[in-house]
């Protein structure tokens, strides 16, 4: 199994960081309020644990947007909210006077652009620092429980990097996950990715 040792986990950190400080502040201008992403915590574990930590969640229905990237290492990436608080990002986006039927109708295109917003600005800064390029597919919406969705169902094989963020919105904390699905190929040539990112700073 291929691991990240910590010097390499704390660069990726420091990377997505970046990412995720760069949606917060495009966030904050589709919802016209200041929205504030945590520094994510990295994980990098194996397939079915990343399912058990999402198993062992308080929460059982899911709303989550996927896109898979392709290039120097291919990723299916993935972020994923407890469906109430993917209710309560769209009430923010839309605003307060909606039923919830309608914010249901809106959620599939809202949590697409959050999740465009989110994956996409993770990868870029990805692609920035580590000087290299990635295609994408479009965002999917899709709403599961924690027995259906489709990290559960996916390669025992695939490792998974696994950040916790917690979003805050108008003093609300909204607590979700990005995964990242990576095939064993695709990690060995991430770590190289970030060896030759740690050359580069002097690091390594």
Do not use: W
């Not at 990097?161 to 990576?182: A, E, K, N, P, R």
């Amino acid at each position: 199994m291929t691991e990240l040792d910590e010097l390499q986990r704390d660069a990726l950190g420091e990377i997505f960081n970046i990412g995720v400080g760069r949606a917060a502040s495009s966030l904050s201008q589709i919802v016209n309020d200041e929205v504030m992403l945590s520094a994510p915590c990295v994980m990098v574990v194996p397939h079915e644990k990343a399912a058990e930590i999402l198993l062992g969640t308080e929460f059982r229905q899911f709303s989550t947007v996927s896109q898979t990237f392709t290039g120097p290492f291919d990723a299916e990436a993935m972020l994923v909210f407890p469906e109430s608080n993917a209710l309560e990002i769209v009430r923010l986006m839309v605003g307060p006077h909606m039923s919830i039927q309608e914010l249901s109708e809106f959620e599939q295109e809202a949590m697409c652009e959050v999740g465009n917003i989110i994956l996409n600005a993770c990868m870029s800064s990805l692609a920035d620092l580590l000087h290299i390029s990635f295609d994408s597919t479009l965002p999917q919406h899709r709403f599961g429980d924690t027995e259906s969705i489709e990290l559960l169902e996916g390669d025992e094989d695939h490792m998974v990097v696994l950040l916790q963020v917690d979003m805050t919105i108008s003093q609300q904390c909204i607590q979700g996950h990005i995964l990242f699905l990576l095939s064993v190929t695709s990690m060995v040539n991430l770590v190289s990715c970030l060896d030759q990112y740690l050359r580069d700073q002097g690091l390594l």
